[in-house]
Structure formats: structure tokens, C-alpha cells
């Protein structure tokens, strides 16, 4: 009789099996089982690209209200539901008024969302800007989300078992004003937390998103401040330019008024030194013409920051 692995028998109700117990093998049939020869045939369905579709077997589709009713219980206020090729996302407000993005790892997808497309053709931000928020969330929260412009969010998550992230861009499939994103020209980053995490552990989760939270806002604020520091200097660099530039324009205009004084007292000028004379006012004009249309640039630069200067006063 040949010996077989004896299979793992679960425990039944008013039976203990111990250790120094001895079961006997199963007896070995002597009478030969037939195999029966199934024949595969190829299936003329046509099955979606796995990129552009959510596994609808092992993803639970459940009703808004059940999961909004969830969230508000632990303090988060839903702004938007936001779903990729792979990932689902709710854009919410916590307890602290704070904007986060909720990563549902939970194998559950809410009804009535927005659909984003992976667009990584469109990767504006740059590989430090990227980084640098990265490394500023730490290890508190799961990821990063970029929102740049009104249409487009960049996504860097972490990564179960090291640190590394991983990044995509994505894009919504159709041009609307109610994706709740930052407005356009403008990069404000946004921590990602887990549901499943919210569910074991909310206190922990609030804690360690403020403190992302603002970390990120501190960066953003000393940046954007030497950002401005720098448009100070630019500015004094552009008045200081603007000013060698017209006694440039001074100098070469005396310059010329002194050839042409000297070929009208020249009995007989050169007919070159006549050409370049006439060749010379015209480039002077020229120039200073290319640098007075500069003029329309720097008053739509002043029209553009007055308006952010009285936006910032009625909002703030």
C-alpha cells in the first residue's frame, strides 16, 4: 500500500484530535478512474484592457450613503469621488477643515464618480518639486496628490514594503468646473490616507495627516515667500536695466546727432558713412521700439496682481 499525504481535517464539534493519535491512510482504489478529455474552445468575447477597467468581481459596489454616513461618523465631509484605471479616491475635509484624499483599499467603489484617465504624457511638475513633498509627508500618510490646473492630479504612493513611490498622472475624461480642483496655474499638494486605516485607527490618522498637513503648508508658504523675494529682485533688476537702457539710447543718440553735425560740415561726405548713418537712426528706433512693447506685458503683469491683491482681500 503506498502512503499518502494525509489531508488537514478542521475541527468538528465534540471531537479533539491530539498529536499522538494515528490516522490510517485512506485505502487506495485498485479500480481505475477514467479521465475524460476536455476539449478548450476559444471564446469570441472580447475582454477590456485591464488598464481600463475596475475588477468588477472583486470590487464591492456600494452605496453613496452608506459610505458618506461612514466617513461623517469619523469627521470627514465628502467633496469628491474620483476613479482611476486602478485606484479610487474621495476628496474630503477632516475634522480639522483640513483637505485630504481618501485612498479606498478596501475593495469597495461608490457609486457616481469621476472618472480620470492615466494621462503621463502630461507630467508638468518637476522631479525635485515631486521629491521634495514626498520626503516632506514622511512616512505619516500613504502618499502625496498633486493638483495642478483645474483638470489634472499627479498621484505618488507609497509602496507596501519599502519606500519607494510610485507616481501617475491622470486627467479627467471630460472638461467640467465641479471636479473641486485648485485653480488654474497654481500647485497645492494634499495628503492620501487609507479607509481601512481610518476604520482601525481614526485618532491616529487625524493626528498624523494635521501633522502632514502642515508641514506641506509651511514648505509651500516659505517657498512661495523667497519666491517672492526673488520677484523683488527681479523687478529691481528689470528697473535697473530699463534705466542703462535709455542712457544707452541717450549716449548713441548724441552719438549720432555728432556724425551726422560732421558729414553736413564734410564738403564731401562719403556716400558709405552716409548709408550708415541713416542705416544707425533706424536701428535705434527699432530697438527702442522692441523695448517699449515690453510696456503691454508689464501692465497686464500689474493688472494680473491687482486683481489677485482684491481676490485675496474678500476671501481672506
Do not use: W
Given at each position: 500500500?503506498?502512503?499518502?499525504?494525509?489531508?488537514?481535517?478542521?475541527?468538528?464539534?465534540?471531537?479533539?484530535?491530539?498529536?499522538?493519535?494515528?490516522?490510517?491512510?485512506?485505502?487506495?482504489?485498485?479500480?481505475?478512474?477514467?479521465?475524460?478529455?476536455?476539449?478548450?474552445?476559444?471564446?469570441?468575447?472580447?475582454?477590456?484592457?485591464?488598464?481600463?477597467?475596475?475588477?468588477?468581481?472583486?470590487?464591492?459596489?456600494?452605496?453613496?450613503?452608506?459610505?458618506?454616513?461612514?466617513?461623517?461618523?469619523?469627521?470627514?465631509?465628502?467633496?469628491?469621488?474620483?476613479?482611476?484605471?486602478?485606484?479610487?479616491?474621495?476628496?474630503?475635509?477632516?475634522?480639522?477643515?483640513?483637505?485630504?484624499?481618501?485612498?479606498?483599499?478596501?475593495?469597495?467603489?461608490?457609486?457616481?464618480?469621476?472618472?480620470?484617465?492615466?494621462?503621463?504624457?502630461?507630467?508638468?511638475?518637476?522631479?525635485?518639486?515631486?521629491?521634495?513633498?514626498?520626503?516632506?509627508?514622511?512616512?505619516?500618510?500613504?502618499?502625496?496628490?498633486?493638483?495642478?490646473?483645474?483638470?489634472?492630479?499627479?498621484?505618488?504612493?507609497?509602496?507596501?514594503?519599502?519606500?519607494?513611490?510610485?507616481?501617475?498622472?491622470?486627467?479627467?475624461?471630460?472638461?467640467?468646473?465641479?471636479?473641486?480642483?485648485?485653480?488654474?496655474?497654481?500647485?497645492?499638494?494634499?495628503?492620501?490616507?487609507?479607509?481601512?486605516?481610518?476604520?482601525?485607527n481614526p485618532g491616529l490618522v487625524l493626528c498624523n495627516t494635521d501633522l502632514v498637513t502642515?508641514?506641506?503648508?509651511?514648505?509651500?508658504?516659505?517657498?512661495?515667500?523667497?519666491?517672492?523675494?526673488?520677484?523683488?529682485?527681479?523687478?529691481?533688476?528689470l528697473n535697473e536695466a530699463l534705466c542703462v537702457f535709455k542712457q544707452t539710447c541717450n549716449?548713441?543718440?548724441?552719438?549720432?546727432?555728432?556724425?551726422?553735425?560732421?558729414?553736413?560740415?564734410?564738403?564731401?561726405?562719403?556716400?558709405?558713412?552716409?548709408?550708415?548713418?541713416?542705416?544707425?537712426?533706424?536701428?535705434?528706433?527699432?530697438?527702442?521700439?522692441?523695448?517699449?512693447?515690453?510696456?503691454?506685458?508689464?501692465?497686464?503683469?500689474?493688472?494680473?496682481?491687482?486683481?489677485?491683491?482684491?481676490?485675496?482681500?474678500?476671501?481672506?
Amino acid at each position: 500500500m503506498t502512503d499518502l499525504n494525509l489531508p488537514v481535517l478542521p475541527v468538528l464539534p465534540g471531537i479533539s484530535l491530539s498529536s499522538s493519535q494515528k490516522i490510517p491512510p485512506f485505502p487506495v482504489s485498485k479500480t481505475p478512474v477514467p479521465i475524460k478529455k476536455v476539449k478548450f474552445v476559444k471564446s469570441s468575447i472580447e475582454i477590456p484592457h485591464p488598464k481600463l477597467i475596475l475588477e468588477e468581481i472583486s470590487v464591492n459596489v456600494i452605496d453613496n450613503n452608506d459610505l458618506e454616513n461612514e466617513l461623517k461618523e469619523f469627521g470627514y465631509h465628502i467633496i469628491n469621488k474620483i476613479a482611476t484605471p486602478k485606484l479610487f479616491f474621495i476628496k474630503a475635509t477632516n475634522k480639522k477643515g483640513q483637505k485630504v484624499y481618501i485612498y479606498i483599499d478596501t475593495l469597495e467603489i461608490p457609486k457616481n464618480h469621476d472618472v480620470m484617465l492615466i494621462d503621463d504624457n502630461n507630467n508638468l511638475l518637476s522631479y525635485s518639486t515631486k521629491h521634495g513633498a514626498y520626503n516632506c509627508s514622511g512616512t505619516d500618510v500613504s502618499g502625496i496628490v498633486f493638483e495642478y490646473g483645474t483638470n489634472s492630479i499627479c498621484t505618488i504612493m507609497r509602496a507596501e514594503n519599502d519606500l519607494k513611490f510610485a507616481e501617475r498622472n491622470y486627467l479627467f475624461n471630460h472638461n467640467s468646473q465641479s471636479h473641486n480642483l485648485t485653480f488654474d496655474g497654481c500647485v497645492i499638494t494634499y495628503p492620501v490616507i487609507k479607509l481601512s486605516e481610518i476604520r482601525v485607527n481614526p485618532g491616529l490618522v487625524l493626528c498624523n495627516t494635521d501633522l502632514v498637513t502642515r508641514r506641506l503648508r509651511n514648505t509651500e508658504d516659505s517657498y512661495e515667500r523667497q519666491e517672492l523675494a526673488n520677484t523683488d529682485c527681479a523687478l529691481d533688476q528689470l528697473n535697473e536695466a530699463l534705466c542703462v537702457f535709455k542712457q544707452t539710447c541717450n549716449n548713441s543718440t548724441h552719438k549720432l546727432m555728432t556724425n551726422i553735425q560732421h558729414l553736413r560740415e564734410c564738403p564731401e561726405p562719403s556716400y558709405n558713412d552716409l548709408v550708415k548713418s541713416n542705416d544707425d537712426i533706424i536701428k535705434l528706433i527699432c530697438v527702442m521700439k522692441k523695448v517699449a512693447s515690453k510696456k503691454k506685458d508689464i501692465e497686464r503683469l500689474t493688472y494680473e496682481i491687482e486683481e489677485l491683491t482684491q481676490y485675496l482681500s474678500c476671501q481672506i
